[in-house]
């Protein structure tokens, strides 16, 4: 078969056996077997799926139509949405700390990028794929510009033209007041606005039509033109076809003139107000900045693509790894929340305590991996843990104070000592374990000396963070913290020893069986009650919590469902290795088991992502709360609420369908579901 290849990818891929994909056949032959009943052999199941096809294409035109009728209505004033992207997306983080975001999402794209050229992706986008996406994409637009209603006419005031019942034309008088033509008094109901004829509107709209047909015309030059074994066989790269279209979207920032929207309040009178330039390209301010972020993602993916094969790949893709880890803490209080640091204090305490549990326990670490420590190791361990718990007791009773980055950093210490036998060996075995405690001390009293420092940011509001900000970090926390507790409560509820599966099983029933909203009141209002004299949750943290102690209970019964799976045979296999519990369970179970629960470990993300919307109930300024309460109580925009709740419920839906799709082309790539 002939086999055209578009893609210049040198790299050999790996031969993977795939299920054989399924012939390409003609339309027409396509729409009766698949849309009416074809081949199914019996007149009634004929009917009957032919007379649900036509049912459910005529209610999906109708609801494409009142969809494009509400988006291009005169009546609906979508400038509640332009001119507050800003609230929307930042709520009040102020303008002169703005580079703070773009070096954040700057960041994210780097990352982004590096990652995506490092990728070893397949054959690309068939032609069969794009065409289809091209006649997609063309028809929904014919179909646009045909459904929707004639548009409005207005006068030269910019007022709607209205007629009365029967449809004769009014005027306004030099009062305002509503008269016919001949200047009779024209009647206050029946009213109706004057639209254009439909030839008209369609001559209006001939450039969106063209779009369209042209759309539908290379769709079909690339069908009929290559033919079907040409057309399943020729493929495009995927990630640079992606990037093509992304730099033509914002290339549109300096050619076409989309319209300046501000939203800005004057610093004399302190009044704020919506500013509106049409005709002009979008700011300089927002152009400039959204062009650099396309430079830096194609520039890291070119930079992951020179360096894919390389003798440094391994240990890129490990930074890369840790990098995405630390990045959510990196950019939301690092960067985006700009400390203010006492640097005599971070001398004077933060130095000496990082250093005293590095030296200390990078001591303890290699002291604990020593061969032929036996039990002594593992009493000595337990004795640090037991330090640890100690801590936290006397600081509920009150007996001394500390400082609670010492109480975690015991608490840290002792949990690494329980590890450190699973390290016994060689050096460099023995080594690993010490670099991994320095490395964690290190951004653990980092992280803590950033968390504790003041913000430099001023807001209005108690958090600086807020709109669709403070929801993607909610989402993000809950996943970074969720995962690893639930895989722990899975692994817990499954173990044989009853203590653990008792706790593990009150935990998981305990946080399903109660509303996540019930969680979120909970954690807001009442935890700062249980809490020692001094030490207050914030609002974020309260509602992460909460977010992260309800998602691990789902992500707990998921895992479990993955590691049932895993055969009997398994288990015996690695016991006669003499591997041991560890062992078995890090290399044998759990990536077996995490494969096989890859689809409702999504879901739940997706989940958790669409409930963060729940954040607007107990205060926190989200995503939700700025569409449906802020920005309708401006005066500009008073009780403007569908734009706004129909912008948000569009970025829900990307961001959803995004993880959707990532997910199953992970489940494609891991053979999820295939034997």
Request: with cysteine; aromatic share 12%; net charge neutral.
């Amino acid at each position: 078969m002939e086999n055209t290849q578009l893609n210049t990818q040198t790299t050999p891929e790996p031969n993977v056996a795939t299920r054989p994909e399924e012939p390409s056949l003609p339309p027409l032959e396509w729409m009766q077997r698949n849309l009416f009943g074809g081949g199914q052999g019996s007149v009634w199941a004929v009917a009957r799926s032919s007379a649900l096809t036509i049912v459910f294409t005529l209610l999906g035109l109708f609801s494409y139509q009142q969809l494009l009728n509400f988006i291009f209505s005169e009546e609906t004033n979508w400038n509640s949405v332009r001119v507050n992207l800003r609230l929307l997306f930042t709520q009040a983080y102020p303008e002169s700390d703005y580079h703070r975001v773009w070096i954040s999402l700057g960041l994210v794209l780097a990352l982004s990028g590096v990652g995506l050229g490092l990728m070893r992706v397949g054959q690309g986008i068939s032609m069969k794929k794009v065409a289809t996406w091209f006649v997609g994409w063309g028809g929904l637009v014919v179909l646009g510009v045909l459904l929707r209603q004639p548009s409005v006419l207005v006068g030269d005031d910019g007022t709607p033209l209205l007629a009365d019942a029967d449809g004769a034309p009014l005027a306004r008088d030099g009062l305002g007041s509503l008269v016919y033509l001949d200047g009779s008094p024209a009647p206050s109901q029946g009213l109706s606005v004057v639209r254009e004829s439909y030839g008209d509107a369609i001559s209006s709209r001939s450039g969106w039509l063209l779009i369209g047909l042209v759309l539908i015309g290379i769709a079909a030059a690339i069908w009929f033109g290559l033919g079907s074994k040409r057309r399943c066989s020729t493929f495009l790269p995927a990630i640079p076809f992606s990037f093509a279209g992304i730099g033509a979207l914002i290339s549109t920032a300096w050619w076409y003139n989309w319209g300046n929207y501000t939203f800005s309040t004057d610093e004399e009178t302190g009044v704020s107000g919506f500013n509106f330039e049409p005709g002009v390209k979008v700011a300089e301010t927002t152009r400039n900045p959204w062009t650099v972020m396309f430079m830096v993602l194609v520039g890291a993916y070119l930079l992951g693509r020179r360096l894919r094969g390389n003798a440094f790949e391994p240990r890129l893709k490990v930074l890369l790894t840790l990098g995405w880890f630390l990045t959510p803490f990196v950019t939301f209080f690092a960067i985006l929340r700009g400390p203010e640091f006492d640097w005599d204090y971070v001398a004077a305490v933060d130095v000496p305590l990082w250093l005293a549990f590095g030296i200390g326990g990078a001591a303890l670490m290699w002291a604990l991996t020593k061969p032929g420590i036996g039990e002594l190791g593992r009493v000595l361990a337990v004795l640090v843990l037991a330090i640890a718990a100690f801590t936290w007791i006397a600081a509920f009773f009150g007996w001394f104070g500390m400082l609670q980055k010492v109480r975690l950093s015991f608490l840290l210490l002792g949990l690494a000592a329980l590890l450190a036998p699973n390290f016994i060996g060689e050096t460099r075995q023995r080594l690993t374990l010490v670099y991994g405690w320095i490395g964690t001390v290190t951004i653990f009293h980092m992280m803590v000396s950033i968390i504790n420092t003041p913000s430099s940011i001023e807001v209005p509001t108690e958090d600086f963070a807020g709109g669709f900000m403070v929801s993607i970090y909610v989402t993000v926390f809950t996943l970074l913290f969720s995962f690893p507790l639930g895989v722990l409560l899975a692994l817990a509820r499954t173990s044989r020893l009853p203590i653990f599966r008792l706790l593990a099983t009150i935990y998981i029933e305990s946080f399903r069986g109660v509303p996540l909203i019930t969680m979120l009141f909970f954690f807001t209002v009442f935890v700062n009650l249980f809490l020692p004299e001094g030490m207050e949750l914030a609002l974020l943290a309260a509602v992460t919590i909460a977010f992260v102690l309800f998602s691990a209970g789902y992500l707990a019964e998921n895992v479990r469902g993955g590691l049932q799976a895993v055969r009997r045979g398994q288990y015996e296999a690695s016991d006669a290795l003499g591997l041991t519990t560890v062992q078995r369970t890090g290399f044998i179970v759990l990536p077996q088991g995490l494969r096989v629960s890859i689809p409702p470990l999504v879901g739940q993300a997706i989940a958790t992502y669409k409930e963060t919307s729940l954040l607007a109930i107990v205060g926190v300024f989200d995503f939700l709360r700025m569409a449906r309460d802020i920005i309708p109580n401006q005066p500009e925009f008073l009780g403007e609420r569908k734009p706004a709740l129909l912008f948000i419920c569009v970025i829900y839906f990307v961001g959803a369908f995004a993880l959707s799709k990532y997910s199953q082309r992970l489940e494609k790539n891991l053979g999820v579901g295939e034997r």
